[in-house]
């Protein structure tokens, strides 16, 4: 069946260093979305990316969707206490449905 | 503007209950999503709808759950006979209508129900 699958499924990392999340789909995406859920919160839907190769950018967050519109990432740099979360990527499949990663869940250490 | 308005925030059920959990769109959404996620997990699908209508519930056990969106009043899913292996957290989200692209989804708080 149809898939979104995100590596890695934890990371751990100091305060200031630098993280990365990746988001692969099994089918073709007319658009990727991503969202940061914080423990015990709700997912909470952070930005769209609709066009092959499109490069977005908040803050300090930069995502990214591959040019064949299968893949997408998600970069933090200088990650901060405030990021910690589980990252979600996610996509219209079939139905036009919104099927979710598998989750990133990030854990930063001050 | 109100989110999406979810309720209750917990529900406790015994075993055999039906369980009834409630959610009301943004204004101006026309679909609803619900979503189950079991503790330290993802966000599984399990129906889609609009107004009167069900998009896609592929995501649903063929037993005991149901979902309705009524002309008038919330999104209600509802969990028949619970057992144990229901307890979980159960989003709901609400959307525009996805023609035109705008497929982003704005979550409610959600409903932690918990089977004893």
């Known amino acids: 069946g149809q898939q979104v699958m995100q590596i890695p499924q934890y990371q751990h990392v100091q305060e200031g260093e630098d993280f990365t999340t990746y988001c692969n789909s099994s089918t073709t995406l007319s658009n990727i979305q991503w969202y940061k859920q914080r423990p015990g919160g709700h997912p909470v839907f952070l930005i769209q990316?609709?066009?092959?190769?499109e490069v977005k950018k908040q803050k300090r967050l930069t995502f990214q969707f591959g040019e064949a519109k299968k893949n997408s990432s998600l970069h933090i740099t200088a990650t901060q206490t405030t990021d910690v979360g589980t990252y979600f990527c996610a996509g219209p499949l079939g139905t036009d449905k919104l099927i979710f990663g598998t989750g990133t869940r990030l854990q930063v250490f001050p | 503007n109100a989110g999406v308005m979810q309720n209750p925030r917990h529900l406790v059920r015994r075993r055999g209950q039906e369980a009834r959990l409630r959610c009301s769109p943004m204004?101006?959404?026309?679909?609803v999503y619900w979503y189950r996620q079991l503790p330290e997990e993802g966000l599984k699908f399990m129906v889609y709808l609009q107004k009167e209508n069900i998009i896609d519930e592929s995501g649903m056990p063929k037993e005991r759950f149901s979902a309705e969106f009524p002309k008038e009043g919330p999104s209600i899913l509802r969990i028949q006979q619970v057992v144990r292996g229901d307890s979980a957290a159960y989003f709901c989200?609400?959307?525009?209508?996805?023609?035109?692209?705008?497929?982003?989804?704005?979550f409610g708080q959600g409903t932690r129900l918990t089977v004893v």
């Open positions: 989200a609400s959307g525009l209508n996805p023609t035109g692209g705008r497929t982003e989804a704005f």
């Open positions: 990316l609709v066009k092959s190769g």
């Open positions: 204004k101006g959404h026309s679909h």
